[in-house]
């Protein structure tokens, strides 16, 4: 009889380990468990909905300031953007998944799955033995204990985006990429939006010059932008009320304070896994314990659906008999405001060098929309080795053309080599190539 792999969690990274296995092994036995819809946060409530609803106002606000184009009375249809946003998500509707499994040869439970001992798993009375447990059950936002919060209602990702109306105004608590992401639309397409900050800046994780941009155009956008600001209770009302005394009224509240991973309530304790605040604890290989797995938001090491999907590919190659190791040297992440964020590896650290180079001195700025808006990439190399181990970029589309320095940092590659490459002309990619003779100059 054919191995039998249980995977308990439906969103990206499971159902991308379900094709990445698949491919790797004709005959194993793959049963898919998920208690909501399959295809997870990223499809409905997160990645995909919220990129699409922030397209039209980003696109509507780089044709108001591009020379030759009389955009005074154009404006936004809600609707539309709600219905395109919508559709994007399937309409929340796993149908189109479902298909996929069984193109895959993988069977499917939707339920909550238990762990009941080592080797099985319950879910809604039916009993699952398994030879090997994969777990993939992502993460769920982190609501901080705030006096009145949870009686006076609040918004999640969730709430924000399936939303067919704009309150008037609206507190979002948290600047991490969410919170700005969100403030950012609601602000474009009308609302008041006030964005309270727990640290000092936005984005803690971002490069402090790239996070300040960030700032400055959501200020533009008419968002209220409080750091070292906190929020410690909600009255009567929808009146909330900061630590400094002041008191804000809206007419939503969105929390947006960080997730934690969904360890609780499933029986992980039988299986003698590591859990801690961040999820669990999995070697390079995603082995959290014996012929258990771990991938995605539930192991904490990055909380981005590409992650997820590249711990699948390690989890399917190591249960099919492969020694693959996750590497993340070159972790490529991106924040989708405008301007648009990106970073990849790592930008700090001692005896590293750095180099900058504003988008604006880049011909394909002469070219685009007037201004093209701040913008710049970063390189950061270590001389001894003469590799580039980080780069952060802002500008239209940085994630894109950012991504080849993800390859650069990966491969190693020399920056002699980098600095033969060919950049197309012009493109926002030779700011690279700029930025790049910027740190041979200081080898020299």
Not at 64 to 76: F, H, K, S, Y
Not at 186 to 193: E, K, Q, T
Not at 374 to 391: H, M, N, Q, S, T
Not at 421 to 443: C, D, M, N, R
Request: proline letters at 5%; a negative charge.
């Amino acid at each position: 009889m054919s191995r039998h792999v249980v995977i308990i969690g439906g969103g990206s990274s499971g159902e991308h380990f379900v094709g990445a296995l698949r491919r790797l092994d004709a005959d194993v036995r793959i049963t898919l468990v998920e208690r909501r819809l399959v295809g997870g946060e990223c499809s409905y409530w997160a990645c995909m909905p919220t990129k699409t609803m922030l397209r039209a106002p980003e696109a509507l606000n780089a044709a108001r300031r591009t020379r030759g184009i009389v955009a005074d009375d154009w404006r936004l249809d809600l609707n539309a953007i709600f219905d395109w946003r919508d559709a994007n998500a399937s309409g929340r509707d796993d149908e189109g998944q479902l298909e996929f499994l069984k193109s895959q040869k993988a069977d499917f439970v939707r339920g909550e799955a238990t762990v009941v001992e080592p080797g099985l798993v319950r879910v809604e009375g039916k009993e699952l033995r398994y030879d090997e447990l994969v777990i993939a059950t992502g993460s769920e936002p982190m609501i901080p204990p705030i006096a009145g919060l949870a009686e006076a209602g609040y918004w999640t990702n969730h709430e924000a985006t399936e939303t067919r109306s704009v309150p008037a105004s609206l507190v979002i608590l948290g600047g991490g990429p969410v919170g700005c992401e969100l403030a950012q639309f609601f602000a474009r397409v009308g609302s008041s939006v006030t964005l309270v900050q727990r640290g000092e800046r936005l984005l803690t994780r971002i490069d402090s010059d790239a996070a300040a941009l960030v700032a400055e155009a959501l200020r533009k956008d008419g968002v209220r932008v409080l750091t070292g600001a906190e929020l410690v209770a909600v009255e009567p009302e929808r009146r909330f009320r900061l630590g400094s005394g002041e008191l804000l009224e809206a007419e939503q509240i969105l929390v947006a304070t960080g997730r934690r991973p969904v360890v609780r309530g499933l029986g992980l304790e039988e299986l003698g896994l590591e859990i801690g605040a961040r999820g669990i604890a999995v070697d390079e290989r995603m082995r959290a314990a014996g012929n258990v797995w771990a991938i995605g938001d539930v192991t904490g090491v990055a909380l981005f659906t590409h992650v997820g999907k590249y711990q699948a590919r390690i989890a399917a190659a190591n249960i099919a008999g492969g020694s693959a190791r996750a590497d993340y040297r070159a972790l490529p992440a991106t924040v989708f405001t405008d301007p648009q964020l990106a970073s990849v590896g790592t930008v700090s650290g001692e005896g590293l060098i750095y180099s900058r180079w504003e988008l604006e001195s880049t011909p394909r700025a002469y070219t685009y929309q007037d201004p093209v808006g701040p913008g710049f990439i970063k390189v950061a190399l270590d001389p001894a080795r003469r590799v580039l181990v980080g780069a952060v970029a802002a500008g239209p589309e940085a994630s894109d053309w950012l991504q080849q320095l993800t390859l650069a940092i990966r491969a190693e590659i020399p920056l002699d080599v980098l600095l033969d490459v060919i950049p197309p002309y012009p493109t926002f990619s030779e700011a690279i190539f700029f930025a790049l003779q910027g740190l041979e100059k200081q080898l020299a």
